[in-house]
């Protein structure tokens, strides 16, 4: 079992950057294919972003791509979202993801392990 805990979230203005961090404990770091997921108040949890034990990744939701960036460390445990051009559209609690399966799912269903989730805040 894996443990996950976010952090870098705050509040700022609209085209500002933030990164994020997800640091992983409890088990063999490199072993699970990962994601970032958001919700904002009042919607459903949505999938950003997932990146390989190799540092593969997919697709990015359209609403970011070309903003934001993912990118993994597995001698730190540590996975990173590296967002820029921020909106207050972004606004939301970002929460990483651990899956034990193969890398890419896009379903909040398929993943075994979440974080507790931090807040990021976008608003002039």
């Known amino acids: 079992q894996v443990q996950l805990v976010e952090s870098g979230g705050g509040l700022v203005q609209p085209g500002a950057s933030l990164r994020l961090s997800c640091t992983a404990s409890g088990h063999t770091f490199s072993s699970y294919a990962l994601g970032w997921f958001r919700q904002a108040p009042g919607k459903q949890r949505e999938f950003v972003v997932a990146?390989?034990?190799?540092?593969?990744?997919?697709g990015y939701a359209d609403s970011v791509k070309g903003r934001f960036t993912v990118s993994r460390d597995n001698a730190k445990n540590t996975m990173y979202l590296q967002m820029n051009s921020l909106e207050p559209e972004d606004t939301a609690v970002y929460y990483c993801?651990?899956?034990?399966?193969?890398?890419?799912?896009?379903?909040?269903?398929?993943?075994?392990?979440w974080g507790q989730g931090t807040q990021v805040t976008v608003s002039s």
């Open positions: 993801a651990a899956r034990e399966g193969p890398f890419g799912a896009r379903s909040s269903a398929d993943y075994d392990y």
């Open positions: 990146i390989s034990w190799g540092g593969g990744v997919s």
